[in-house]
């Protein structure tokens, strides 16, 4: 064969290579500005959709550890957010930066969602009555889940390698490899909010064999909701990070911040709404997450001792 032959075939092999990286990177920077413009949007239109309640029930309300843990799981997420949206919208961003970004960002949204499930963790213990066996249990549990989570993190830190963007006109950073053991934290997210569902399920059978008052069918029904919701999001996390590009692997991490913090202070709202109906007799009233799904109470209202005494906990 010709050696120009060869030269020439060799340069385009080369061509070509660079310009597949380029489109594969075009996409990339696509898809993750897509998911993070929905992140920030169902961020914003849950503020908007729900502020009059907030200030009803959560504001206006006596300061406690629920309230203090709620604020923080609320507003948190706009530090996620921002710096998301700044690790894939600022141009020529150095590698060292980009990993200072990714960093913050998963460390921020790691702690939200911890505070967030410590939110439902006080929720299942006020459906047992505020019983110390099952708060010291779930609390063990949570500590366990904190520590093993907090080990994955540190090995994904250090594992984590972001180089130049394959095209200049890209902006953002680009991971491009990572310790795919990033996926137990999602995994052991789903495992620790089965256990808690599994929980309240076998409590709110036992009470509403009894009476179904407001505050238990919410607890019930709520429960079993926010996990039909929040179950197709974290395995789809799951296997992002198992089976996408590398450039992938941060894809959904924003938007599961943003939908479970928005998932769990709905489920505080809604014990609100209810207990507050519960008091007064009246009926209870709260905007849905989307058209399949609403916090509305039922119309039965034969009031128990046992669910006053549960929500003084919310």
């Given amino acids: 064969m010709d050696p120009h032959d060869v030269s020439q075939s060799l340069h385009d092999i080369r061509a070509v290579g660079v310009g597949d990286t380029q489109l594969t990177g075009r996409n990339v920077s696509i898809i993750l500005m897509a998911v993070l413009v929905a992140s920030a949007t169902l961020m914003i239109h849950e503020w908007a959709i729900l ?45 060292k930066t980009c990993r200072t970004y990714d960093d913050i960002s998963i460390a921020s949204a790691s702690v939200g969602i911890a505070i ?21 249990g779930l609390g063990t549990v949570w500590t366990t889940w904190v520590a093993v989570n907090l080990w994955v993190l540190i090995k994904y830190f250090k594992s984590s390698v972001f180089d130049p963007q394959p095209s ?18 999602f995994a052991s ?53 198992l089976l996408a590009p590398s450039g992938l692997l941060d894809l959904l991490d924003t938007l599961m911040r943003v939908f479970h913090s928005t998932m769990c202070c709905r489920l505080l709202l809604g014990l609100r709404q209810a207990a507050k109906s519960t008091e007064t007799g009246t009926m209870p009233t709260a905007h849905p997450v989307s058209s399949l799904m609403a916090f509305r109470t039922p119309t039965a209202y034969n009031e128990q001792s046992t669910s006053t005494q549960d929500s003084s906990m919310i």
């Fill in 51 to 95: 502020f009059d309640q907030e200030v009803s029930l959560m504001w206006q309300s006596p300061w406690n550890l629920v309230k203090v843990l709620y604020l923080i799981s609320r507003y948190s997420p706009i530090l996620d957010v921002v710096i998301a949206l700044e690790e894939h919208i600022r141009p020529r961003v150095n590698p």
């Fill in 116 to 136: 967030a499930e410590l939110i439902l963790i006080l929720r299942t213990c006020a459906l047992y009555g505020n019983s110390k066996k099952v708060a010291y």
């Fill in 168 to 185: 200049p006109v890209l902006p953002g950073c680009y991971l491009a490899s990572a310790d795919p053991i990033f996926f137990i934290c």
């Fill in 189 to 241: 997210l789903l495992l620790l909010d089965a256990l808690q569902l599994i929980l309240q399920v076998y409590k709110a059978i036992k009470l509403l064999r009894g009476s179904r008052t407001p505050l238990i069918s919410t607890f019930f029904r709520d429960g079993v909701l926010y996990y039909m919701c929040l179950f197709p999001l974290a395995l789809a996390n799951v296997l992002v990070i």
